[in-house]
Structure formats: C-alpha cells, structure tokens
C-alpha cells in the first residue's frame, strides 16, 4: 500500500482549520497540525512534510515571514498561504516570497484539496525532481571539473518538456543546462550551442541581469522580468551547492493583467459616479435659495442629501482603497502615533460624550516613531475609533492603548460592542463585507476596515481582530518602528 503524503497545517485553531483538516484526510492524505512555532520547526525538521499549509497569521508572526524563513532552510518544500482574504497585492507577495499558492475565503472542501493537489504536482515535476537529477547526474563535479556529454544529454532531455524556464549555471554563472521554454521565452533558436557561455552574454535582458547582481543578498531571490510585449514572468534564483545555481521562471502575465483590469474599474466606476454626485449636491443647494421649502420638502432634501453624502463617501474609499491597492502610496516620514491618536480623539470628542462612552487611553512610555505616510496613518485611527464608537452602545466604555513590543509599534483599539461572529471573523476586513449581527441603526459601506488592512499592508504591519460574541471587539494593529 503507498505511503500517505503527509500535509502540514500550520495554523492558529479555527473553524477554517477544523474544515481543512477533515478535507484533506478525507482525500486521503495524513494531516499534522502545530499551533506554535517551535512545533512548526520540529514537525518540518522530523517529519518532512509532502507540503505546508499556513495561516497568514500564525502563532502570532506574519504567515509570509515565516514561510520566508521556512524555504531558506528547505527550498523545496511547497507552501500554501491561506489568508483571510484575497487583495490585490497579496499574489505578487506570495510569488515573490517563493509560495507554491494560496488559499482565501469562501472555501470549499474540493478548493482546498484541488490546490493542496496541484501544488504537489508541480512541486514533483518541477522542484524536486530538478534537485534530484542534477544532483544525481552530476555527483561526478565533485571530483571532475564538468559534465560528461552523455549525462548532458539525458539531463536535457529530460527537462526539455518542462513548461517553466529552466537554466542551471555554474559559480561563474555560465551556462550548464537550459531547456526549450527558456530559449521559446527570450527567442535563443533550437539549435544555437550555448553550453559553457556567460548567461549575462547570451541574454541580455536588463530584469534578469538586475536578479543576477542580486545573488549575494541572500538565499532565495524573486524578481520580476518584464518584456516590451507586455508578458511578465517571475524568475526565481537558487545556489546549488558545490555546482552553482538555478534560476526558473514562471508566465504571470495573467495574473498582472487581472490585477489592472480590476484596479482599472474600480477607478473608472469611481470617477464616473463623483462628478455627477457633485452637480446632485450643488443643484440640491440651489433649491434651498429659490424659495422656502415646506415640512414635507425639507424632510425630502434632508434624506436626499444624507443618501448623495453616503454614496459620495463611498467613491471616496473606493478611490482611496484602489490608489492604496495600487502602490501609490510612497510617502514616508517618522510619525509619532500618540501625536496622531490625540487628533483623531479630538474630532471624536462630540460624538463619544454624546452617546456618554468611557474613553481610557494607556499610551506606554518611551515610544519609537514609525516611518509611515501620517495621512494614511490618521485615517486608520479614524476608521477603527469611528467603527468602535459606532458600535459600541450608550454609556459604554472604549480602551486605547499604545505600546513597543519588541521594535514595533502595537495599537489595540477595544470597544463594548456586539462583537463579531467567530466564523466571521477571518472575513471583517474583505471589502464590502460587513457582520452579520450588527445592529439596524448602525449604517456604513463595509470598505473601512479594508482600508485599513490596504494601509498597515502598505507600511508593512500586521492588523487583526479578536472578538466574543456581546462582549465586543478589539482590533490590534502591528507596525515596525524605526526606519
């Protein structure tokens, strides 16, 4: 009977987990799980693993950093990141730190056992059958000085019906093997000999000779290799110890094109709806001059221009959310986050002694500064305060505090209110998606907690929510102090 491929789930525990689990022992496969990371590094070690599931959040620490780390020790063990919703950068991220996939909310049992599946398909057939031939076909290097003909040819014939690009260099980044999709890829021709010729000389291609001077940064390096033609395929550098290194290169140009149709309406949609938006509300003002309004009419301009104020609201996260999801957020200086919070605090005051809520602020002393943009920075802290005072009843009571926790920045943001289901939880930060419980009075777009996921991304930080049901919510945000 064949041995079980035993699957690695790496997870904080949840309903997700429970799901994922029964899935993939359903479809055959022995499951482990570690909740920590010392467990996480014994199971790998011991176990070796066919493949490693992970949260994006895991014990605590970023899910991408930690699979980072996890293929500098074992580059070829594929991993899928399950995150708690799709973004529009978080495939760029994921191929660049090296992933196999991922996984995102809504899933389904087949979803999650079709991609655990694919993923090790091409991890046998590109991966690991890679490092097993060319150390197998040349052990000789470490006693001659090349490779005997004959095992060149058996080796290139092998890899010639790869689909990915596949080039294997030597120290001096001269070429020892390269297939037909590589030469398809920068149009080499069939038959021209480039065996022993420096890969810079050959293909002169400037986004892989950037990965190329890269080499010395680290172990694994991603870059992007762009053509005038539009096509973008990611290429992916590792050493081979004692022979060199290989470099394979993956077509993405669809996964780009995707994420320019997607930012492209959302910014036509926006921009098309804020101009007439704004004659609405001119010519509503206009009306208040013609003529006294009676009851009824003033009434019907008060409702008109609450509902034009909410939709014009709306564009305005859009657009912000789409320039945020886009990368056009470059501005950095150093922001101290007290400084920041007080302000927000100040433009709230009306509406928590309104609704009589407890305010306590606990700022620890000694705070770094983060480098960040302070708008984008002032808008987080507006969203979750105006989310909490919004949710949180009459006479309830709200808890900020601000605190270092080793070289970052921790903001938690506690309120009284309803709470979040906990099978909702891994979804309060998708756009538009809002709780089920929460109360009729309380009105929004469902786009301000994405924002702020869309900014603590961009500064590099981490945001997530712990939650019980009629107790309330607290959202905890991670930045990294310092430069």
């Known amino acids: 009977m064949a041995k079980q491929e035993m699957i690695l789930l790496a997870m904080d525990p949840s309903p997700t987990l429970d799901l994922m689990q029964r899935a993939l022992s359903a479809a055959g496969f022995e499951v482990a799980i570690v909740h920590n990371r010392p467990a ?54 994921i191929l660049k730190k090296g992933l196999s996939g991922y996984l995102y909310p809504p899933l389904k049992m087949a979803d999650i056992v079709d991609e655990v599946q694919r993923c090790l398909v091409r991890a046998r057939t590109l991966g690991d059958w890679l490092r097993r031939e060319v150390k197998r076909t040349t052990a000789s290097l470490e006693e001659k000085a090349h490779i005997s003909e004959t095992e060149r040819v058996k080796l290139e014939a092998i890899i010639a019906n790869i ?4 080039i294997v260099m030597d120290e001096g980044q001269n ?32 986004d892989l000779h950037a990965l ?8 694994l390096k991603y870059h992007e290799i762009n053509f005038d033609d539009g ?9 081979i110890p004692k022979i060199g290194s290989a470099v394979t290169m993956q077509d993405i140009s669809y996964l780009k094109e995707l994420d320019r149709m997607k930012s492209d309406f959302i910014h036509t949609v926006s921009h098309d709806l804020r101009s007439p938006l704004t004659s609405i509300l001119g010519y509503m003002e206009l009306i208040e001059r013609t003529g006294p309004l009676n009851q009824n009419q003033q009434e019907f301009m008060q409702r008109l221009q609450g509902s034009v104020q909410h939709i014009t609201s709306l564009v305005n996260d859009l657009l912000d959310l789409g ?19 007080r302000y927000s605090l100040d433009m709230f005051d009306t509406q928590i002694r309104k609704k009589k809520i407890q305010l306590d602020v606990e700022i620890a002393p000694g705070l770094q500064p983060v480098r960040a943009n302070p708008i984008r920075i002032r808008q987080m802290l507006d969203n979750l305060l105006g989310n909490a005072i919004k949710y949180t009843p009459n006479e309830g009571r709200i808890r900020v505090r601000i605190s270092m926790e080793e070289e970052q920045v921790v903001l938690r943001v506690e309120d009284t209110g309803p709470g979040i289901p906990p099978d909702e939880q891994n979804r ?24 702020v996921k869309s900014i603590v991304d961009s500064h590099q930080g981490r945001v997530w929510v712990e939650s019980t049901l009629e107790r309330g919510s607290t959202f905890a945000v991670l930045l990294p102090a310092g430069e």
């Open 212 to 219: 190329l001077d890269r080499t010395n940064e680290g172990v």
């Open 323 to 341: 320039r945020l999801e886009a990368g056009f957020d470059t501005r950095r200086e150093t922001v101290y986050l007290e400084n920041v919070l």
């Open 428 to 451: 309060i930060f998708e756009k538009f998606y809002r709780a089920s419980n929460r109360p009729d009075d309380v009105t929004g777009s469902g786009l301000g907690l994405a924002i």
């Open 40 to 93: 996480l590094d014994k199971s790998v070690q011991e176990a070796i693993p066919s493949l490693m599931l992970i949260g994006d959040t895991f014990a605590g620490q970023d899910g991408l950093t930690v699979s980072s780390e996890m293929l500098a020790r074992f580059p070829t063990l594929p991993i899928i990141l399950y995150a708690n919703q799709d973004t529009t950068g978080l495939a760029k991220s």
């Open 175 to 206: 070429i020892l093997l390269i297939n037909r999709a590589v030469r398809e890829i920068f149009n080499l021709g069939e038959e021209t000999p480039l065996t022993g010729k420096s890969l810079k000389a050959v293909i002169t291609n400037d």
């Open 163 to 166: 689909q990915d690009g596949v």
């Open 231 to 239: 096509r973008v395929f990611n290429a992916q550098y590792t050493p």
